[in-house]
């Protein structure tokens, strides 16, 4: 049996153990795997690309455990009243190919991204960092915002969007967090002014130009999780140009990220190696480090783990049967006969 | 909302519709879909190999709809009571990107493996062919001796395991059918002999040999299912010599199909042209036609379409929560908001 967890049953894990503890234990699982880089199956993801969006495959496994995720992008959905990003995807046992968790990873999605973030800024961002700029105050500028506040200690939001309903709902829905102040600004520009973090998290499906090089400040770290997939991109060039940049997943972000409009030799250094010491993060407080996050499947797979593990601990979810429990496995044909009624079955 | 159906919910959709029905059925979907093989986004599945099996994912889609399916090969799972096959997938609204479905695919790709064989074999096989031996009696055995008893009007199945006990479950599971008899062999060469068809759907996961070219009359049709993934083989390469090849999307078979032993320009013709009439498929009644199945993601399409239709028909299926249902649907926050207990919403 395979156990399902709803978008209902990964909220109900989040009001268990409150934000804070969430993150803590995402960024913990994300840390565990990606400084055993090596041990994982990788490949860029498979997209299909229609004239409204996306939808991608990321799957990626170790020598245990195989996971996937399927997630599209659709920018006009909240106009039909559907979610920008929608997502599930499963965990199962490379040694035997069952299916052990099929998850929603919508309400997931928007907790790996941010922890993700918090996890690359916490070795890239100033330790001194306080003030963030938020800009797009969609459907993930929360999670981004609570992961900054509980892993970071950012206690000050610079936020803005281009829509002003958008900015109201997250000062609404972050309004209650101790130690939180959120300023709105009416460009990008002034949100940016005076941070010491830049994060922008925007959805339009377009090679948009959210931050140029005028905003970036000495010693800024820009966390870029808006621009990730081909033909959609938050960052002008030269902020690009404007100190090392390092990706998750090189050969994806080169074709995904704010990177693909950058030369194939751009350099660029995989966060791994940062956080396994290989190689340096920021090399001084003036310098300005550069996140061009993509969203790779790794990220899934720690997420995958921590639900699995989570909804186990707080015995959360159904369990349903994608595969029957036959006592002769080769006896496939059984489940048909059982499901007939008694009078045909002889 | 989503749909999910699990085995048992097909299962009960294959009990209440009789398995000639959803043959019939079942034919007809993929037919349409095979028949409009220019409208498809094609790529060979995402395959990840480990020491004792396999995980795929085969994606597909058209302008309107999105599928994929999870699915492995683990010829060792019976020996730990589990099926060597299992699977589950989705279709989703290319236009949007939202999981329309969730579905078992275990019981499934057992159904729409045999159909695509029966439909194969209806263009390829001789229209008088009557008997059909049946080598490797496993989980999917039963299901293509229906198929070719419905579709083609076999009344007379040759069977022949390594494993008797299988042989003994599939005598067992078709003596109530009419009109078909079951006649158990000691080889796979007597089996084969004095046959119209040939169906060889073993799991071991190696190059076999299960057909070597003497056991080929003429006039034979091969329907050659088990050979389906790189280093798993049916086939001696001489019976591929035999006659003419069909295949369900070269640029897989290649890779994965019993050619994969055969040099890279070794002609063959995809099933579709025959479909459509662009290719011929038998040119006289004693030629020898070889058809290397090894499942293909237009399959899955039209299984998963076939699927959807009966489950809305009959009423089956659970609705599940994959993305939240949210009045504003930039506002996910909401649902972490609203799981919260009373006293801590403020």
């Known amino acids: 049996m395979t156990t399902l967890l709803s978008t209902s049953d990964v909220a109900k894990i989040v009001a268990l153990q409150g934000p804070q503890q969430v993150f803590a234990g995402m960024l913990d699982y994300l840390l565990s795997d990606f400084l055993r880089w090596q041990e994982f199956d990788k490949s860029a993801r498979v997209a299909s690309h229609s004239a409204t969006g996306v939808i991608e495959l990321m799957p990626t496994a170790d020598s245990d455990y195989y996971t996937f995720k399927y997630v599209n992008g659709h920018p006009g959905n909240p106009l039909a009243g559907?979610?920008?990003?929608?997502?599930?995807?499963?965990?199962?046992?490379?040694?035997?190919?069952?299916?052990?968790?099929?998850?929603?990873?919508?309400?997931?999605?928007?907790?790996?991204?941010?922890?993700?973030?918090?996890?690359?800024?916490?070795?890239?961002?100033?330790?001194?960092?306080?003030?963030?700029?938020?800009?797009?105050?969609?459907?993930?500028?929360?999670?981004?915002?609570?992961?900054?506040?509980?892993?970071?200690?950012?206690?000050?939001?610079?936020?803005?969007?281009?829509?002003?309903?958008?900015?109201?709902?997250?000062?609404?829905?972050?309004?209650?967090?101790?130690?939180?102040?959120?300023?709105?600004?009416?460009?990008a520009a002034e949100a940016a002014k005076d941070t010491d973090i830049v994060t922008t998290v925007t959805a339009d499906k377009a090679y948009a130009t959210i931050l140029t090089a005028d905003m970036v400040e000495p010693g800024m770290h820009i966390n870029a999780v808006g621009g990730d997939c081909p033909g959609k991109t938050e960052l002008h060039a030269d902020v690009l140009r404007a100190g090392p940049v390092f990706v998750e997943y090189e050969p994806q972000t080169r074709i995904e990220g704010d990177l693909q409009q950058m030369p194939a030799d751009f350099a660029v250094t995989e966060l791994w190696r940062v956080l396994t010491g290989q190689s340096a993060g920021r090399k001084s407080a003036a310098e300005v480090t550069i996140f061009d996050s993509v969203g790779f499947a790794l990220e899934d797979f720690s997420a995958l783990r921590w639900l699995r593990d989570a909804a186990a601990r707080h015995?959360?979810?159904?369990?349903?049967?994608?595969?029957?429990?036959?006592?002769?496995?080769?006896?496939?044909?059984?489940?048909?006969?059982?499901?007939?009624?008694?009078?045909?079955?002889?």
Chains 1, 2 share one sequence.
């Not at 199962?92 to 069952?98: K, L, R």
């Not at 200690?153 to 000062?171: F, M, N, Q, S």
């Not at 006592?327 to 059982?338: C, E, G, S, T, Y």
């Open 315 to 346: 015995g959360i979810g159904a369990r349903i049967e994608v595969a029957p429990q036959l006592p002769d496995p080769k006896n496939l044909f059984d489940v048909v006969r059982a499901a007939q009624p008694a009078h045909a079955r002889a």
């Open 82 to 187: 559907l979610s920008t990003v929608m997502a599930f995807g499963a965990l199962a046992q490379v040694g035997t190919g069952e299916p052990l968790l099929i998850s929603e990873l919508t309400l997931t999605t928007a907790l790996r991204t941010a922890a993700t973030s918090a996890l690359a800024a916490r070795a890239l961002a100033r330790p001194d960092s306080r003030k963030m700029a938020l800009i797009g105050n969609g459907a993930q500028s929360e999670f981004q915002a609570l992961a900054f506040h509980y892993i970071l200690g950012i206690d000050t939001l610079h936020v803005y969007d281009v829509d002003a309903g958008a900015t109201r709902k997250l000062e609404s829905n972050l309004a209650s967090v101790p130690g939180l102040r959120v300023v709105r600004f009416d460009s």
